[in-house]
């Protein structure tokens, strides 16, 4: 009987992992679910971001949610979604994500492994303690993540030289050429 029990509560606990869904991978750069700044800042902070990579390979990306929606801890949600969106360059794996949940008051940078060196977790507590939550606290919240997007990039700068473009303008240029190279070879296959 006790055998039952256990394996109904692994059935129950694996059921309701399952059923917690992680945020889709988000196409900006600044992505303000919680609706806290204002558009124009927002497509400021997102064309920063995009010039970035462009300049460095790295990718920043903030996301800002009304609250935390699972009963994980904030360490477990982030670093599950942080895997699931694979910011930055594959081969590199240097991105780093800002998150923000604006009911909870909490924040939390996920940093990936090539940006560690320059992003280390203390300095990540660093730049959430004494340059984002002063302005929080006082409901600036464009000049708080704007302040904790530059905090970012002073960090990162440097590690790694850019391509010009974002990984998504890089995936554009090449779509035309693969939709070529797929028809050539079904044309050469099937003459």
């Known amino acids: 009987?006790?055998?039952l029990g256990l394996i109904w509560c692994c059935v129950w606990s694996c059921a309701l992992l399952a059923a917690e869904t992680l945020p889709p991978r988000p196409e900006k750069f600044f992505?303000?679910?919680?609706?806290?700044?204002?558009?124009?800042?927002?497509?400021?902070?997102?064309?920063?971001?995009?010039?970035?990579?462009?300049?460095?390979?790295?990718?920043?990306v903030v996301a800002v949610f009304p609250k935390l929606t699972t009963d994980s801890s904030l360490e477990d949600f982030t670093v599950r979604t942080?895997?699931?969106?694979?910011?930055?360059?594959?081969d590199k794996r240097n991105g780093?994500?800002?998150?923000?949940?604006v009911?909870?008051?909490k924040l939390r940078i996920e940093v990936g492994y090539g940006l560690e060196g320059t992003l280390p977790d203390a300095?990540?507590?660093?730049?959430?303690?004494?340059?984002?939550?002063?302005?929080l606290r006082k409901g600036d919240y464009a000049g708080g993540l704007a302040a904790g997007v530059n905090a970012m990039i002073a960090a990162t700068k440097g590690e790694y030289k850019g391509t010009g473009r974002t990984r998504a303008?890089?995936?554009?240029?090449?779509?035309?050429?693969?939709?070529?190279?797929?028809?050539?070879?079904?044309?050469?296959?099937?003459?």
């Open 103 to 105: 009911q909870d008051r």
């Open 31 to 60: 992505n303000d679910y919680a609706s806290v700044v204002p558009a124009g800042k927002g497509r400021e902070l997102n064309e920063r971001l995009a010039a970035f990579e462009r300049e460095t390979s790295s990718q920043i």
């Open 96 to 101: 780093a994500i800002l998150f923000v949940f």
């Open 82 to 90: 942080a895997k699931a969106w694979q910011v930055g360059q594959k």
């Open 1 to 3: 009987m006790k055998r």
């Open 123 to 135: 300095i990540c507590k660093r730049i959430i303690s004494d340059t984002i939550a002063p302005h």
């Open 169 to 191: 303008e890089s995936a554009d240029q090449s779509a035309p050429f693969i939709a070529i190279g797929i028809f050539g070879f079904f044309f050469l296959l099937f003459l």
